[in-house]
């Protein structure tokens, strides 16, 4: 199982961006998919998951911000960022557990400049 993430950039406080996490070599359903993401200096942090049923949580300083979603068809997860913020700078790393087990993407830089 390979994870592709894409989507991250630099924008300016207050814009949004849409990150993008595909599954690829699936056979059976993913069951969790999610994002973390680490700033320069910090630990990794949990912002968003879904389970394969739709059911989402998320970390309270994104909450009202940010929407978590997925294509089961398309074995893919998305990360809406709206009204993004200076302290949202991170490399974001999306997540499927499958099968039992973690797979992780390699990450895309969100910068989020004052």
């Known amino acids: 199982v390979q994870l592709q993430a894409s989507g991250g950039g630099l924008v300016q406080a207050g814009e949004s961006l849409r990150l993008f996490c595909t599954a690829s070599g699936v056979i059976f359903r993913i069951s969790a998919m999610g994002w973390y993401r680490q700033a320069p200096g910090k630990q990794r942090e949990l912002v968003a998951t879904?389970?394969?049923?739709?059911?989402?949580n998320y970390a309270d300083p994104v909450k009202g911000r940010f929407t978590i979603s997925r294509d089961n068809a398309k074995n893919t997860v998305y990360l809406q960022m709206n009204s993004l913020k200076p302290e949202d700078t991170a490399v974001y790393s999306c997540?499927?557990?499958?099968?039992?087990?973690?797979?992780w993407g390699q990450g895309t830089q969100v910068t989020v400049s004052s």
């Open positions: 879904i389970t394969s049923g739709g059911t989402t």
């Open positions: 997540y499927a557990d499958y099968r039992w087990r973690n797979y």
